[in-house]
């Protein structure tokens, strides 16, 4: 499938395999931009196979340009829910007690 799209777009692919080649920190670059973009995951995997990226550039760039985006859900879920506990708690302080149990830094 991937040789494929690679025959049908030369341009493209050009472009795919130039991402796979250069120093470690330009490989790792590529990868953790990839990695925040809103690009589809699976995709940008099947492009790394075809290019000679090498392995601790992709582990690297992958955990940081995924780390934040973990930070993000978690914090909206934790805002959610607080937020949730407040509309809740019509004024009896529980959702004070939540906050303060919690020690979420808003």
């Keep these: ?3 494929q ?4 777009w030369p ?3 050009a472009l795919i395999r130039l991402a796979g080649e250069g120093s470690w920190f330009h490989q790792f670059q590529v990868v953790a931009l990839f990695r925040v973009s809103p690009f589809p995951y699976t995709i940008f995997n ?3 196979v ?6 601790w550039p992709y582990l690297c760039g992958s955990i940081a340009g995924m780390v934040p985006e973990a930070f993000i859900y978690i914090y909206r879920f934790v805002l959610s829910y ?6 809740l708690d ?3 302080g529980v959702a004070q007690e939540f906050y303060n149990r919690s020690r979420v830094i808003f």
């Excluded at 075809?50 to 392995?55: E, K, L, P």
């Excluded at 607080?82 to 509309?87: A, D, E, I, K, V």
């Design 90 to 92: 019509g004024g009896r």
């Design 46 to 48: 099947y492009a790394v």
């Design 82 to 87: 607080f937020s949730f506990m407040l509309c």
């Design 11 to 13: 341009t493209n692919a």
């Design 1 to 3: 499938m991937v040789q």
């Design 5 to 8: 799209w690679l025959k049908r």
């Design 50 to 55: 075809v290019t000679n990226m090498r392995f």
